[in-house]
C-alpha cells in the first residue's frame, strides 16, 4: 500500500512540475513572440518538426501570409524564424509528453486497481483537463492567424487558468495521498479560518487572472513608474477610454495594467487576515510554515512586480515574477489543506501526555 502511494505521489507531482514548467516556458514563448510561428494543429504529424530545406520553407512561407509577419515581423529571416519555431515547437511537445505521462500512468493504476474506480473521478477530471487544455492552447494561437497580430487576451488568460487549474487539482491530489484527509476533531472552530483561506485563494486567481490580461494586452509597457503612473496615484479617466465604463477594467492596457499593481496589496491583506485568524483560532503552529510561505511569497511578488515595471519588463525579471505567482498558488492551497487537516499541536500533546504518565 505504501510503495503504490508512493508511486502515485511520484507521477502527481512529476506531471505538476511539467505543468509549472510549461507555464513558464508559455511565457518565455510569449515574450519572444513565438507563439504564432507553427500556423497548423497537427495532433499527430506535429510531433516532428521539419526535417528538410524544402519543409522548413514551407513552413516558413505558411507563417509570411500571418498578420504578425506582414504587420511586425516583414524582415524575418528563415534563421530567425526557426528560432521561434523551436520555441513553440518545445512547448507543443512537452504538452504532447505532459498528457502521456498523466494517461498512461492512469490507466495502469486503474487496470491495477491501485487507484480504486470510486476514488478516480478527481484523476478522469484532470484526464478530460489535459483534453481541454491541448483545444484551448490552438484556440487561443488561431485568434491571431486571421486579422490581428497577437493572440486574444481572454483566450490567453483561459488558457493559463486552465493550466493552473491542472496543476492545482495533481497538487491537492498529491497532499491528500501524503497528509490523508481524517478532519481534525475542532472542525467546527477552523470554519472562518477555512472560509477565509478560501477567500485567499479566490482573491490570488483574480490576480493571476489579471497578471493574464496584463501579457495578453502587453499592458505592463503602459507605464514604467510607481507608485505613480503617469504622475498620478490615480491617473484621471482609468474608466472612461471605451463604454459602457466595466469593459475598461478588461480591455484597456492602462486600466488593466493598474488594477493589477494594487489588487496584489489586497492578496497581502488576505493573507494577513488568515495568519491573524488562524493565531487567533489557536492552531497557527500546525498551519504556520505555510503561512510563513504565503505572507513572504506575497512580499517578494510585490517587489518583483515593481521592478518589472520599473526595469520595462526584462524577459528574464518577467519569467521570475511569472513563476513566483504559480509558487504563491502552490502555498495558497498547502495553507487551505493544512488549515483544513492538519490536527491541532495541542492536542497532540495532550494524547502523548498520559501515556508518559502511565510509563512513570
Same mark, same amino acid.
Given at each position: 500500500m505504501?510503495r503504490s502511494k508512493?508511486?502515485? &505521489? $511520484?507521477?502527481?507531482?512529476?506531471?505538476?512540475?511539467?505543468?509549472?514548467?510549461l507555464?513558464?516556458?508559455? %511565457?518565455? =514563448? +510569449?515574450l519572444t513572440?513565438s507563439g504564432?510561428s507553427?500556423v497548423e494543429?497537427?495532433?499527430?504529424?506535429? $510531433?516532428l #518538426?521539419?526535417?528538410?530545406q524544402?519543409a522548413?520553407e514551407? @513552413?516558413f512561407?505558411?507563417?509570411q501570409?500571418?498578420?504578425e509577419?506582414? $504587420?511586425?515581423?516583414?524582415?524575418?529571416?528563415?534563421s530567425?524564424?526557426?528560432?521561434?519555431?523551436y520555441? @513553440?515547437y518545445?512547448?507543443r511537445?512537452?504538452a504532447r509528453?505532459?498528457?502521456l505521462?498523466y494517461?498512461l500512468?492512469l490507466f495502469?493504476?486503474?487496470?491495477?486497481?491501485?487507484? #480504486?474506480?470510486r476514488r478516480?473521478g *478527481?484523476?478522469?477530471l484532470?484526464?478530460l483537463?489535459?483534453?481541454l487544455q491541448?483545444?484551448?492552447?490552438?484556440?487561443m494561437?488561431?485568434?491571431?492567424?486571421?486579422?490581428?497580430?497577437? *493572440?486574444?487576451h481572454? +483566450?490567453l488568460?483561459?488558457?493559463l487558468?486552465a493550466a493552473?487549474t491542472?496543476?492545482?487539482?495533481?497538487?491537492?491530489a498529491?497532499? &491528500? &495521498?501524503?497528509?490523508? !484527509? @481524517?478532519?481534525p476533531s475542532d472542525?467546527?472552530q477552523?470554519?472562518?479560518?477555512?472560509?477565509?483561506a /478560501?477567500?485567499m =485563494?479566490?482573491v490570488?486567481?483574480?490576480?493571476?487572472s489579471? %497578471?493574464g490580461?496584463?501579457?495578453g494586452?502587453?499592458?505592463g509597457h503602459?507605464s514604467?513608474?510607481w507608485?505613480?503612473?503617469?504622475g498620478?496615484?490615480i491617473?484621471?479617466?482609468?474608466l472612461?477610454? /471605451?463604454?459602457p465604463?466595466?469593459k475598461n477594467l478588461? @480591455?484597456v #492596457?492602462v486600466?488593466?495594467?493598474? =488594477?493589477? +499593481?494594487?489588487?496584489a496589496? /489586497?492578496?497581502?491583506?488576505?493573507?494577513l487576515?488568515v495568519?491573524?485568524?488562524?493565531r487567533?483560532?489557536g492552531?497557527? !503552529?500546525?498551519?504556520?510554515s505555510g503561512?510563513l510561505?504565503?505572507?513572504?511569497?506575497?512580499?517578494?511578488q510585490?517587489?518583483l512586480? =515593481?521592478?518589472?515595471i520599473?526595469? +520595462?519588463v526584462p524577459?528574464?525579471?518577467?519569467? *521570475?515574477?511569472?513563476g513566483?505567482? $504559480?509558487?504563491?498558488l502552490l502555498?495558497a492551497?498547502?495553507? &487551505?489543506h493544512?488549515?483544513r487537516?492538519?490536527p491541532?499541536?495541542v492536542?497532540?500533546a495532550?494524547?502523548?501526555?498520559?501515556?508518559?504518565a502511565a510509563?512513570?
Amino acid at each position: 500500500m505504501e510503495r503504490s502511494k508512493k508511486a502515485i &505521489n $511520484i507521477w502527481l507531482f512529476s506531471v505538476g512540475f511539467l505543468v509549472v514548467f510549461l507555464v513558464v516556458f508559455g %511565457g518565455w =514563448v +510569449r515574450l519572444t513572440r513565438s507563439g504564432l510561428s507553427i500556423v497548423e494543429w497537427k495532433v499527430i504529424t506535429g $510531433i516532428l #518538426p521539419p526535417l528538410t530545406q524544402e519543409a522548413w520553407e514551407q @513552413e516558413f512561407a505558411d507563417y509570411q501570409q500571418t498578420p504578425e509577419f506582414q $504587420i511586425i515581423n516583414q524582415t524575418m529571416t528563415l534563421s530567425d524564424y526557426e528560432f521561434i519555431y523551436y520555441n @513553440e515547437y518545445i512547448h507543443r511537445l512537452v504538452a504532447r509528453l505532459t498528457g502521456l505521462i498523466y494517461v498512461l500512468p492512469l490507466f495502469y493504476f486503474l487496470w491495477k486497481g491501485i487507484i #480504486p474506480w470510486r476514488r478516480s473521478g *478527481v484523476y478522469l477530471l484532470i484526464g478530460l483537463g489535459f483534453a481541454l487544455q491541448g483545444f484551448l492552447g490552438w484556440y487561443m494561437v488561431s485568434s491571431g492567424l486571421v486579422d490581428r497580430p497577437s *493572440v486574444s487576451h481572454y +483566450r490567453l488568460t483561459a488558457h493559463l487558468l486552465a493550466a493552473l487549474t491542472l496543476l492545482a487539482l495533481c497538487f491537492w491530489a498529491g497532499l &491528500n &495521498n501524503v497528509y490523508g !484527509t @481524517e478532519r481534525p476533531s475542532d472542525r467546527p472552530q477552523r470554519r472562518g479560518a477555512q472560509a477565509l483561506a /478560501v477567500l485567499m =485563494v479566490a482573491v490570488l486567481v483574480v490576480q493571476i487572472s489579471y %497578471g493574464g490580461l496584463v501579457a495578453g494586452l502587453k499592458a505592463g509597457h503602459a507605464s514604467s513608474t510607481w507608485p505613480l503612473m503617469f504622475g498620478h496615484l490615480i491617473p484621471p479617466g482609468l474608466l472612461s477610454y /471605451v463604454e459602457p465604463w466595466w469593459k475598461n477594467l478588461l @480591455e484597456v #492596457p492602462v486600466t488593466v495594467h493598474y =488594477v493589477h +499593481r494594487w489588487f496584489a496589496f /489586497v492578496v497581502l491583506t488576505a493573507v494577513l487576515l488568515v495568519y491573524w485568524v488562524a493565531r487567533k483560532k489557536g492552531f497557527y !503552529t500546525a498551519v504556520r510554515s505555510g503561512i510563513l510561505w504565503m505572507l513572504g511569497l506575497v512580499c517578494l511578488q510585490i517587489t518583483l512586480g =515593481v521592478s518589472v515595471i520599473w526595469f +520595462r519588463v526584462p524577459v528574464w525579471l518577467a519569467l *521570475v515574477h511569472q513563476g513566483t505567482a $504559480i509558487a504563491l498558488l502552490l502555498a495558497a492551497l498547502f495553507l &487551505n489543506h493544512r488549515i483544513r487537516y492538519a490536527p491541532l499541536v495541542v492536542q497532540a500533546a495532550t494524547a502523548v501526555k498520559p501515556a508518559s504518565a502511565a510509563a512513570d
